[in-house]
């Protein structure tokens, strides 16, 4: 039971870093912005990575959205309903 409510808090924790590295990404990079969302980038595309390569962007002229972000926030978010049923 410890180890399901670890992976859990666990699961959390990338969610937000996951939510993180979107919020930053609307703000212009340079200094500490641009530093912070290269960690967070390193940390969480190799999993985001893997929806962005099966969901295109949607939108045009500059303007383009990533759903992918989102995705990959709902797939955690069912890993963690089945470690609660463990």
Known sequence: MRLAFILYRLIDFYELLIL???????????????????????????????????????????MRVDFSPMIAIIVLDLVKRLVIGL
């Open 20 to 62: 993180a590295e979107c919020i930053l990404s609307w703000f212009p990079m340079g200094g500490i912005v641009s530093d912070i969302y290269q960690a967070l980038e390193t940390l969480v595309e190799p999993f985001v990575g893997i929806f962005r390569r099966l969901i295109p962007s949607v939108g045009g002229s500059g």
